[in-house]
């Protein structure tokens, strides 16, 4: 009997033979979906045919976000790579890379369209009609509601509301779709009241797209009178219409910021053109004035009334310094004549005599004073030895009050010779009392 395997060691076994082989690691399935559950961990699925089925599982989180396209029932291709689970013993088909079944035949056809519209000259700049600068109408040919519309109508109030929008709406999506947007866009240039076009969706997957790509959506962009700006879809999703296109972008806001000015940088831009014209017109303003001024000077020096006039002035500068010299010449004279009056005045006896009775009468004068002068010191001399004698004049000091006591005409200095009995004369400033003795 051959060796004995456990249920592990085999499911191992055929483990690392699936997951081994190069046959499995690359894997191109179809197929339709059923049983479709998405999880936050992965999706789950199984992919069957009409005879089998495998269970098929995605962790990819770029992958797994495209997913939500996906719903049980759509037929799809697959890459990926068999894994198998040991514990259970199952062996599942772990998704790379979906798409929708049908979806090359798609692209054949798209590559073909765009071959065929290149070499017609429907993408050459030559056709190519410019956006105006400052439209008063745009159309917009989208869903009626939506991200879209919205976006746009926000981003035209903010930058300039001078213009009128009017919406065009149209299916984006569906078998129905590309025959809508034809029309809408034909329907606009019929009512030829729009400046611009903008004919948007908010981007989606590849069949979402795929009415922008139909020959009566580029064929009515291309014949449009009306300029068109596309905003279709993202940055790789670029759909012939948007080759078709006069500008094309890949948003609604940017479509909106094309079409569009910014109101504040017109204003600037105003702003900036005034500050030029007020430049512009200063220096041309100076610079004729200058010329004005250059010429009135020249024929200012060249006119007979200003040279009559400088006559005029040369004349009376010429007269008053012929005055001035008159004047100074007069001066000089008087002053001559001045100086010999004083000189004959200085010879006339008469004035001799007088000045001779001047001066006498000033020396009495003087002599006069230097007497009053000379008395006046000795009065003053004579009032010094007076003050002095009479400090020490007895009677002096009886005028302040003292009287002298005399007894037998001899004056009593002490009260010890002093007699009470005998005549007594106290002697005063101005007199002599006398008291008799005592008790007569």
Not at 7 to 18: F, G, H, M, P
Not at 77 to 105: C, M, T
Not at 235 to 249: P, Q
Not at 284 to 300: E, H, R, S, V
């Amino acid at each position: 009997m051959n060796k004995l395997l456990t249920v592990s060691e085999i499911n191992n076994l055929l483990k690392e033979t699936v997951e081994g082989s190069r046959i499995f690691s690359t894997i191109n399935l179809t197929g339709e979906i059923s049983d479709f559950k998405l999880h936050a961990s992965g999706v789950y699925f199984t992919l069957k045919d009409s005879a089998s089925q495998i269970r098929c599982t995605c962790f990819l989180r770029n992958i797994k976000a495209k997913f939500n396209e996906f719903k049980s029932g759509d037929k799809v291709n697959l890459k990926g790579s068999i894994s198998f689970y040991v514990p259970r013993g199952e062996y599942s088909f772990n998704v790379s890379e979906i798409e929708k079944a049908g979806v090359g035949d798609l692209l054949k056809q798209l590559e073909l369209l765009k071959k065929t519209y290149q070499e017609l000259g429907y993408f050459d700049q030559a056709h190519k009609k410019a956006i105006p600068k400052f439209p008063r109408v745009i159309g917009v040919v989208t869903a009626e509601t939506g991200a879209v519309i919205h976006d746009i109508m926000t981003t035209i109030n903010n930058r300039y509301r001078l213009c009128e929008v009017i919406l065009y709406p149209t299916l984006v999506q569906g078998e129905k779709a590309a025959n809508a947007i034809a029309e809408k866009i034909n329907k606009a240039n019929l009512d030829n009241v729009c400046d611009v076009l903008i004919v948007g969706r908010g981007g989606g997957s590849f069949e979402d797209l795929f009415a922008f790509n139909q020959p009566n959506v580029v064929e009515a962009i291309f014949n449009s009178r009306i300029p068109i700006i596309t905003a279709i879809g993202h940055d790789t999703d670029v759909t012939l219409s948007d080759f078709v296109a006069d500008f094309y972008t890949s948003t609604p806001t940017g479509a909106a910021t094309i079409a569009v000015p910014n109101m504040n940088d017109l204003l600037n831009q105003i702003n900036n053109y005034q500050n030029q014209i007020d430049k512009t017109i200063n220096y041309f303003f100076d610079n004729y004035q200058a010329k004005i001024d250059k010429y009135t000077k020249l024929l200012n020096g060249h006119s007979p009334i200003n040279k009559i006039a400088k006559l005029r002035q040369n004349i009376q500068i010429c007269y008053l310094s012929l005055q001035s010299l008159w004047q100074k010449n007069c001066q000089v004279k008087n002053l001559a004549i001045s100086q010999l009056q004083m000189k004959l005045l200085n010879f006339n006896p008469q004035n001799k005599l007088t000045r001779t009775q001047n001066a006498l009468s000033n020396l009495t004068s003087n002599l006069i004073l230097s007497f009053q002068n000379y008395l006046e010191s000795k009065k003053t001399i004579i009032e010094k030895y007076q003050n002095k004698i009479a400090l020490i004049n007895p009677f002096y000091i009886l005028n302040k009050g003292y009287a002298v006591i005399k007894q037998n005409n001899q004056i009593i200095t002490s009260i010890k010779s002093f007699n009470p009995n005998i005549e007594t004369n106290i002697v005063m400033y101005d007199g002599e009392i006398t008291i008799n003795k005592k008790g007569s």
